[in-house]
């Protein structure tokens, strides 16, 4: 083999393997790109689940909020109640 014919066989071989791994590379990276754009879209959706959860606690906490106020007024309003019956005034359980 002569010279150039030496030189164009490296050539030739150069060229393969860099298409062989030129290849390889953009396959991984093709392949990492995919993945990243997946888990992107999976942080995306966990985000909007995280925000109707909080929506629907949100809403959960005043309606329970709302309630124990009530159960509180309406705890208050017995009470005053109870003490403005006959004989509740002092009354202390020992019969009398």
Known sequence: MGGVELLLDRFGDQQLGAKLF?????????????????????????????ERTEERLTKQFSSLDNLLGK??????????????????????GNGQ
């Open 22 to 50: 030129g290849g390889l590379f953009d396959t991984r990276r093709k392949g990492y790109n995919d993945r990243i754009r997946d888990i992107t879209e999976q942080r995306e959706q966990l985000a909007r689940k995280l």
């Open 71 to 92: 159960m509180r007024s309406t705890g208050e309003f017995l009470g005053r109640q109870l003490s403005s019956l006959p004989g509740a005034q002092g009354n202390s």
